[in-house]
């Protein structure tokens, strides 16, 4: 870590000016999570008991996990593109902690509320959350690599087999065709196991 | 000494009068009011007299917290005694513990707390979920429907008795909640529900007036408790005096204390309390925790010299007493007491006869996430003074 960098990171920066909703009854616990919140600069929507669908562009969601609300489903949390979901939580029986992690949260604010900590818990969310995203477009990317892999694969012990060739022969053979074709390798490799899968029924 | 040189310490009192738990509250309320009034007739602490400062909260949580506030900032008190539900205990803490006063909580609970500023005198689910499960699936079988009110300590219990019913290769007929306010009908259609899949025991939490609407029910539809008992944490002497004896009779509930134990004790207990507030009146296990937890308060207060409550936090854990129900210790890890599970089932009178209980104090395991059935015969394993967990 270098200290007295003057930089501040652009996560942290942009803190001042996201979206928050939560799902939070107006009690003592709710102002001051609130109070806070607009202190900290956040644009704060409160909403209780449910709430069907999050308002457009909302960036973090504070929730309420009580015993009396556990049943309330929120339809949101399953669609992809959700934002991080931060639980406030007042008891630490195991039902509620099955609740709390339902939610997959990155940290939580515990009750009684304090302004102290909300603005690290936000700060996590953001940062776990983007890092989360992050990994789970690479790990996306490396699938769609490793596919494309055994369709290579496939495809060249289909023209070893048929043609004779060695698996170097095979392969350049794929790739010729591909660069004669203007085709990636692995389309032309699926084009060449359909036409297998046709021919040899 | 004149009384301008022994002020009384002030305690807040604060149980609801009014409200759907009014009647078990009413009955803590009055056994604090005999525990005080005996200390003050013993001398008060070392010369001071006890002043009960009451608030009706009229059982709804967010006046526990208003209430409690103005207990500590209006009227100056520095500890006070009460609470049922554990909604209405949740409310209370955040304010106990910024004031840094002492609570003292008489109420079994579902445990999974700890706060400096509370000490917790009745049951955790190991001192009276598991001793239930382990007597009632040992002797009717394990076929159980289970029945509680809608908020957390039946969510919790049910938890743990479907954890050990399964254990036990049981199986779970079904799982209600009733609205706390709900009517007769619902509880009808709960017995009648109840009825027709014929379970080897019912396993209620409901609380409050529920109580009497349940096991009414239950009679309604036809039921017999000698075959199919109705098993509870809640239902105390206090709420089948209410219902009456023979609505209750053959019903089982697990207590750490009951009107029908015949010690020395608690027999003078119960003649004083008697003598104070009139024949008919029942104790039952809040009653009893409320009790002694005047007297714990009191012997703290003698040795601490002192209401503040950073001495008698200092005082408070490890400190153990002669209770109607045999010897109580406060946790000093936890917070929680010692306390000596039992198993009762409801005679004609409207007494326990105690078909079960345990050979010494079992502590108070309030974190314990998983547990595992006891000896039904002696529902607890620890003898007086023994091992700690």
Known sequence: MTKGSSRTSQALKDIRSLKVVAIHPDDQDGEELRGQLRRIGCEVQMVWPSLDALPEGTDVVFLAVRPETLSIQFPWLEEKGTPPVIPVVSYENPIVIEAVLQLNPYCLVPSPVRSFGLLTAIAISLYQHKSKRTLEHYVGRLEDKLADQRKIQQAKTILMETRKLSEQDAYDLLRAQAMAKRQPIEVMAQAIIQAHAVLDF | ?389
């Not at chain 2, 129900?325 to 004609?348: A, F, K, M, W």
Request: with cysteine.
């Open chain 2, 1 to 389: 000494m004149t009384a301008l040189h022994n002020p009384p310490i002030k305690i807040g009192v604060l149980f609801s009068s009014s409200g759907l738990t009014a009647p078990i509250e009413q009955s803590q309320q009055r056994a604090t009011i005999l525990a005080a009034e005996e200390i003050n007739a013993a001398g008060g602490i070392n010369g001071r007299q006890l002043e009960l400062i009451f608030r009706d909260p009229a059982s709804i949580p967010s006046r526990y917290a208003t209430m409690i506030e103005q207990l500590i900032v209006e009227e100056q008190v520095r500890v006070v005694v009460g609470c049922y539900m554990s909604s209405t205990r949740k409310a209370v803490i955040p304010v106990v513990e910024r004031h840094n006063a002492l609570l003292l909580y008489p109420t079994f609970y579902e445990g999974f707390e700890y706060s400096r500023n509370v000490i917790y005198t009745g049951a955790t689910p190991n001192q009276n979920s598991v001793p239930l499960a382990s007597y009632m699936l040992s002797n009717f079988g394990s076929r159980v429907f289970m029945v509680g009110s809608d908020y957390v300590y039946p969510y919790e219990s049910n938890r743990i008795m479907s954890d050990l019913v399964f254990e036990q290769g049981g199986e779970k007929l079904g799982e209600v909640y009733i609205p706390l306010d709900a009517g007769w009908e619902s509880y009808l259609n709960v017995a009648r529900k109840i009825a027709a899949l014929r379970p080897d025991f019912i396993f209620s939490t409901v609380v409050g007036t529920g109580i009497s609407h349940l096991y009414r029910a239950f009679a309604e539809v036809g039921m017999n408790p000698y075959e199919t008992p109705i098993a509870s944490l809640s239902t105390s002497e206090t709420e089948v005096a209410a219902m009456g004896a023979d609505i209750g009779e053959g019903h089982i509930t697990a207590a750490t204390y009951f009107q029908s134990i015949d010690s020395p004790l608690n027999r003078k207990v119960i003649a004083n309390y008697q003598r104070r507030f009139g024949e008919t009146v029942q104790t039952d296990t809040c009653w009893e925790a409320a009790y002694f937890q005047m007297h714990l308060l009191a012997s703290a207060m003698s040795i601490a010299g002192s209401d503040d409550p950073n001495a008698l936090l200092n005082t408070l854990p490890g400190l153990e007493i002669d209770a109607p129900q045999g010897r109580v210790r406060i946790d000093e890890h936890n917070h929680h007491t010692y306390l000596h599970p039992r198993i009762g089932r409801l005679n004609s009178r409207g007494q326990f006869d105690i078909v079960s209980e345990s050979a010494g104090w079992t502590p108070a395991a309030p974190f314990q996430i998983s547990h595992t059935l006891i000896d039904a015969d002696t529902v607890s394993g620890t003898a007086e003074g023994g091992a700690r967990e």
